[in-house]
């Protein structure tokens, strides 16, 4: 099929410049890079999301979870045995 297409001047000369460095006219460098392209498949559709847990299935009792420093402080707290006295 023959067809027409309209490049920008930057991307034109691109497009020569690579056609003349691989010895390809600019008609089937064009060709070889779209079918190239459209020979990539993408994901239709992203894989689902799963969270994964540790420990249990409910957030800890007293946690806010829209606060996670203090989540952090927390376990700091569990870990190293201080906190506010």
């Given at each position: ?19 003349k460095?691989?010895g ?14 459209l ?11 799963h969270?994964?847990?540790v ?31």
């Amino acid at each position: 099929m023959r067809t027409t297409i309209a490049l920008d001047d930057r991307l034109a000369k691109q497009v020569c410049r690579a056609a003349k460095a691989r010895g390809l006219s600019v008609s089937v460098f064009i060709s070889r890079t779209l079918d190239d392209a459209l020979k990539r498949r993408e994901p239709s559709e992203l894989p689902p999301f799963h969270l994964i847990t540790v420990r249990g299935v409910h957030a800890r009792p007293g946690g806010d979870l829209d606060r996670p420093r203090a989540l952090d402080a927390q376990d700091d707290e569990i870990r190293f045995k201080y906190g506010s006295r």
